[in-house]
């Protein structure tokens, strides 16, 4: 199994609802993604899990709550958002070690915030 | 906010032809440069790396050269087909497990 499952697919939002997006791997990757991605442009790294620990956060407004609950899971919380927050998010995950640089991609969440 | 009318520089070749997808990169301090295909509606998909002190490598029916004199990266694709249509980026990893994208080609093989 080489998935990476996000769900929702498609997400719409008002800017005051609170609502989460999830990822789920079954490759025994202990590392996790989250990218956020504009409609022609490349994906921006928000966050990294490294053995469930976040490890790095690339100063992501705290808008964007991320946990991850096991290994296998991956949750992005979601609060106040704004409408240019809309875009397509991301979850990856990969192995750790050190000469390994194959990310395995989910297919995205279509996030819209009105 | 987005920029209404953002065009991805495109490669339009023909099926059978060999295409050459560039990108130049800002960071000499990163471990492996990636190159990954997007389809439409997918998430990236990884194509190929190179560690930061080889110049080439090849895979099947790609190929990756890194220029390190001129901060530049090529991927090679041989014999085009139809299914090799999408958007390509190149990303460069520090530290092993930070990925960062860079921008992208969009290649459209004609039939």
């Known amino acids: 199994d080489t998935e990476v499952t996000q769900t929702p697919k498609h997400l719409v939002m008002g800017m005051t609802n609170k609502k989460s997006l999830k990822c789920e791997q079954h490759?025994?990757?202990?590392?996790m993604y989250w990218y956020k991605q504009k409609a022609k442009k490349p994906p921006e790294l928000m966050f990294v899990?490294?053995?469930?620990?976040?490890?790095i956060n690339e100063s992501v407004p705290s808008r964007f709550s991320p946990e991850c609950p096991n290994s296998s899971l991956l949750n992005l919380h979601l609060h106040a958002l704004q409408p240019e927050d809309s875009a397509l998010y991301l979850c990856?995950?990969?192995?750790?070690?050190?000469?390994?640089?194959?990310?395995?991609f989910g297919q995205g969440t279509r996030l819209t915030v009105v | 906010g987005e920029s209404v009318g953002l065009h991805l520089p495109t490669l339009s070749v023909q099926e059978g032809d060999n295409s050459i997808i560039n990108c130049a990169y800002s960071?000499?301090?990163?471990?492996?440069f990636i190159w990954y295909k997007q389809e439409s509606g997918k998430g990236p998909q990884f194509i190929i790396d190179?560690?930061?002190?080889?110049d080439k490598r090849q895979g099947q029916r790609v190929t990756v050269l890194l220029n390190k004199t001129v901060k530049h990266l090529s991927l090679q694709i041989a014999a085009t087909q139809p299914g090799d249509s999408a958007v390509y980026f190149c990303a460069e990893a520090k530290n092993f497990n930070k990925f960062y994208f860079g921008s992208g080609t969009k290649l459209n093989v004609k039939p």
């Open positions: 190179i560690r930061s002190n080889m």
């Open positions: 960071n000499s301090a990163s471990d492996y």
């Open positions: 899990y490294s053995y469930e620990k976040l490890s």
């Open positions: 490759m025994g990757h202990r590392a």
């Open positions: 990856a995950s990969s192995q750790v070690d050190r000469g390994n640089t194959e990310a395995f």
